[in-house]
């Protein structure tokens, strides 16, 4: 009897400690990718995607969303300042109220595999909103967002309905712009969720340079030129 109540008592206190190593391991994951969201979050300030605290970003740690909290400046975002939602937008983790825009990263996560989203008001992607239902096929690294990239048509920022909006966009897409607003973009990481939107943006002035242009008309690539060069950039880079 007491052998048994030793073995029990054994796999009382292992279940115990492993349960201790793994909330640390999730309490780790969730640092790293707080500090990683708050460098990306910086990063579209510098390079001017944003002003201010417009634009929002997040990333998803098992069921857990971290995201940017609302009105508040990225340089001032420390640690202890993490924002968390469970995917039914339920607030989790942290005391600031999250971005304003949680229903439309809250709206990729449950239609896609997504990682990470970052959305921007990136000055020359909007004003290409402003102008076309989509933006034209200027550059082959639009194979690289999954095709010709949509915009979604205007609806009050934060809302059902400009969630609804982008998902109709998104669709066999990893970007789109919003009309009169700005750009999403999703990826497997915060890396790629940036890349795609900085592509975007580049774009989005490439083309914006070359239709400025008086008495000339900027020569576009079909669709299946796009979608053949999508296949080649699928192969393109070091593979791990």
């Not at 979604?152 to 934060?158: H, S």
Request: hydrophobic residues 45%; glycine residues 10%.
């Amino acid at each position: 009897m007491a052998e048994q109540r030793r073995d029990a008592r054994d796999v009382r206190e292992e279940a115990q400690a492993a349960g201790a190593r793994d909330a640390r391991d999730v309490g780790d994951a969730v640092a790293r990718a707080w500090e990683e969201l708050v460098a990306t979050a910086r990063r579209t300030v510098a390079d001017g995607l944003v002003v201010g605290t417009s634009g929002n970003v997040s990333v998803r740690v098992g069921d857990t969303v971290l995201v940017t909290p609302t009105g508040v400046p990225y340089d001032r975002l420390a640690p202890e300042d993490v924002v968390g939602v469970g995917l039914d937008g339920r607030q989790v983790l942290g005391s600031l109220l999250p971005t304003s825009e949680l229903p439309m990263h809250l709206a990729v996560y449950r239609a896609t595999d997504a990682v990470a989203v970052v959305h921007t008001h990136a000055a020359h992607a909007t004003a290409v909103s402003t102008l076309v239902p989509e933006l034209p096929l200027i550059h082959y690294m639009a194979g690289a967002l999954g095709g010709p990239v949509r915009v979604a048509p205007y609806a009050t920022y934060g809302t059902a309905e400009l969630a609804e909006n982008m998902l109709g966009a998104l669709d066999g897409r990893t970007a789109c712009l919003l009309q009169n607003h700005g750009t999403v973009a999703h990826g497997a990481s915060l890396s790629q969720a940036y890349d795609r939107t900085a592509q975007l943006e580049w774009m989005s002035r490439v083309w914006l340079l070359a239709a400025s242009v008086p008495g000339l008309t900027p020569n576009l690539l079909t669709p299946a030129q796009v979608t053949r060069a999508g296949e080649h950039l699928k192969t393109y880079g070091q593979k791990p």
